[in-house]
């Protein structure tokens, strides 16, 4: 809970009902001396990986999602509300048991795209009645979704959006055993598989392995940018508004409230809101794509059935 703010009545509710959830829905680790936050440490514990021996593992956090969708860029969210007829999304299973079965690799990357407020200040709706990304649709990155990343100075781009190769590794099985070296994101990635690892286009996400000072053996892949559509990919949604991304910048208990050059700053909110000075500096990179609009219903359905709500 690093990036929550439990002071907000809706996230409260949904952190109880996560403890009140049993496995495989949902196992909940907590420590109370804000380690965790500090050291963004996330490997699983073993006797969780050894009583439910996943076939594909992927780290993800609650502002995450991992969505499988064939097309560019969608519209905007208004469009998208105004004929959202989708009733369940496609099998993301079936997609990597088809994908891996032709390539017999042991990881897959997606790339994270990250929305902003799309010009809210304040949350547009209650998550009890329609989820966040339900209202957002502009995003860093271009339509095609190969490049989710923005070049420029450190004190200009945020970390999130700065880092072309922070998206992260969907581990496939036997390689699940490895979880322990590979839980962070792809520039964490020490590759001790040669290579073994894809984007879901099919194509090889390593140019090369180059020695590092640091990693399981030394050495690192050298990724490089796909040069056709992704169709599995992470929408990072950082913020729904921007005096909720202002807030939770100050109060999360997050290694990144306590950085000056990673953390979740005042000005990182401004960057990801239209109008502000941050923003208009760096908006030729923004896109518009609400690819995720139209399972706002089906989304916020499902959702009161795990949760209770």
Excluded: W
Aim: aromatic share 8%; net charge negative.
């Amino acid at each position: 809970m690093c990036h929550s703010n439990l002071s907000s009545p809706e996230q409260l509710r949904v952190y109880n009902a996560l403890h009140a959830m049993q496995l495989p829905l949902a196992h909940v680790i907590e420590h109370d001396d804000g380690i965790i936050c500090d050291t963004y440490e996330r490997d699983p514990p073993a006797n969780l990986m050894s009583s439910i021996r996943p076939k594909y593992l992927m780290n993800i956090d609650l502002d995450e999602y991992l969505v499988l969708d064939s097309g560019p860029c969608v519209g905007t969210a208004e469009d998208a509300r105004a004929h959202q007829s989708l009733a369940k999304p496609p099998s993301i299973i079936d997609f990597l048991e088809n994908t891996v079965s032709q390539q017999g690799v042991g990881y897959m990357y997606a790339h994270r795209h990250t929305y902003g407020t799309s010009g809210y200040t304040k949350q547009p709706s209650s998550p009890s009645t329609m989820p966040e990304f339900y209202f957002l649709d502009e995003r860093v990155g271009n339509c095609l979704r190969t490049d989710p990343h923005i070049s420029g100075p450190k004190d200009e781009i945020p970390e999130t959006v700065r880092n072309g190769d922070a998206g992260k590794i969907i581990m496939i099985a036997p390689f699940v055993d490895d979880a322990y070296n590979y839980m962070g994101h792809f520039i964490d990635f020490a590759n001790a598989k040669n290579g073994n690892t894809i984007y879901p286009n099919g194509t090889r996400a390593c140019e090369s392995l180059v020695e590092i000072s640091i990693g399981a053996n030394g050495l690192r892949c050298r990724p490089v940018l796909p040069s056709t559509p992704q169709h599995l990919f992470i929408n990072h949604y950082v913020t729904g508004a921007l005096e909720d991304c202002m807030k939770k910048g100050r109060t999360a208990q997050s290694r990144r409230r306590k950085n000056s050059m990673t953390g979740r700053t005042d000005g990182e909110c401004r960057f990801y809101h239209p109008g502000t000075s941050e923003y208009e500096k760096h908006k030729q990179f923004m896109v518009t794509d609400a690819v995720l609009v139209k399972y706002g219903a089906v989304t916020r359905n499902r959702a009161a059935e795990i949760f209770i709500l």
